[in-house]
């Protein structure tokens, strides 16, 4: 039996096998979209946090049958090249260090400013709760994240 999941927008069929797997490894193995990354293995960290339906989700727990029917959103979909407000903000706030983390840092702070709420300090711990850095940038990414709300706010 196939199941058909919709990522960065073009349609994917799976077999049996891969509906069972965890979307992480379906996005990086069988589709190559490796920026969304392993961290821990129990949706703790936030570095597979990719979109369902605009909605984060970690995609280490979340079996790819859960995805049929959804829209799926990487960090390649984000935007195709690099302009995502997000991401210009993230260059210009020198935010990495590693690297590691930071597609599943983007992603959360994506949904924020999707859900066009008020970007404050409150909203953005909210929003990123779960999302570890081990680097240790948080200062830099609030600032990536209020940089990006003022960008929006502006278009």
């Not at 995805?67 to 020198?94: C, F, M, N």
């Not at 909210?126 to 960008?151: F, L, S, V």
Request: glycine content about 12%; proline content about 5%.
């Amino acid at each position: 039996m196939m199941t058909e999941i919709m990522v960065n927008g073009a349609p994917h069929a799976l077999d049996a096998a891969d509906a069972d797997m965890p979307l992480l490894w379906v996005l990086r193995d069988r589709l190559k979209l490796t920026g969304t990354k392993f961290g821990c293995g129990g949706g703790f960290c936030g570095a597979c946090t990719v979109h369902l339906d605009g909605a984060p989700i970690r995609a280490c727990i979340t079996p790819a049958s859960a995805a049929a029917g959804h829209s799926v959103t990487t960090i390649e979909g984000l935007s195709k090249d690099g302009t995502h407000p997000l991401q210009r903000a993230w260059v210009a706030e020198d935010v990495p260090q590693c690297g590691y983390c930071q597609s599943g840092q983007i992603m959360s702070a994506a949904a924020l400013l999707a859900a066009g709420t008020p970007v404050n300090d409150e909203a953005i711990t909210n929003a990123m709760a779960g999302n570890i850095c081990r680097c240790g940038t948080y200062g830099r990414i609030r600032q990536a994240i209020k940089r990006a709300a003022d960008e929006r706010g502006k278009a």
